[in-house]
């Protein structure tokens, strides 16, 4: 398994801003991914991101709404930018040490609630 | 779309009885299947794996039965214990990519 830390951890923002959340990773992983668990909803993936290059976002979802960057092998943020109450949602980057994206290994988790 | 469905939202077990969490899925292409147990607060953590060429992996007093023909897939849990309450979320995917999951079901074990 590995070791997986989120920042932060939940936050309370105003509607219009953005927000950063880091992850950091105990290890060096090729794939990290980022999800969101809307309330009462399962995990949906937003995007792959990988070293060195764009992310890869899924259908529904932007560049310039998530941005993301992954500078090295261990660590990623994802910015959920302009921010609407319907952003409320749980975010959770997860990695796959198995480099072919089957077995995943979630962080904790960062609860974002916009008024 | 949803390829991965499952259809009990909660479940209710007394200690030391079997939780049987079911799940099922639409994609024919999906050879990798996972469960995984999330506690309020915390991420997912992976908990069992199947590979599509097998119909049954146990680790412990978790077993994961597969049945391709009818797209089906559960988890057993034997014997249930009150640590084990949690949401459990079926996924799957297709050759190595993403991974697709379902929407989850709350199991609680009665002592």
């Known amino acids: 398994s590995a070791v997986i830390s989120q920042k932060p951890s939940r936050d309370i923002c105003q509607r219009g801003t953005s927000l950063t959340i880091q992850c950091q990773v105990d290890?060096?992983?090729?794939?990290m991914f980022w999800y969101r668990q809307q309330p009462g909803q399962s995990l949906t993936l937003i995007a792959t991101a990988n070293q060195g290059s764009e992310a890869t976002y899924e259908s529904g979802f932007v560049i310039d709404k998530f941005p993301i960057s992954r500078p090295n092998l261990t660590f990623s943020t994802l910015t959920v930018s302009n921010m609407s109450p319907e952003d409320s949602s749980i975010y959770l980057c997860s990695v796959d040490r198995t480099g072919i994206g089957n077995e995943q290994f979630f962080g904790p988790g960062t609860r974002l609630t916009v008024l | 779309d949803q390829q991965v469905k499952q259809n009990s939202p909660s479940l209710s077990v007394q200690e030391g009885r079997i939780s049987i969490l079911n799940c099922d899925y639409t994609n024919s292409m999906f050879d990798y299947f996972l469960w995984y147990k999330k506690y309020p607060a915390e991420g997912p953590t992976f908990l069992i794996s199947?590979?599509?060429?097998?119909d049954k992996n146990e680790d412990g007093r978790f077993t994961v039965f597969l049945n391709k023909s009818a797209k089906h897939l559960s988890l057993h849990i034997v014997p249930s214990q009150p640590g084990d309450s949690a949401v459990y979320f079926c996924a799957a995917s297709e050759y190595g990519n993403k991974l697709v999951f379902g929407a989850g079901t709350i199991l609680r074990v009665k002592s």
């Open positions: 290890s060096q992983v090729t794939m």
């Open positions: 199947i590979s599509s060429i097998k």
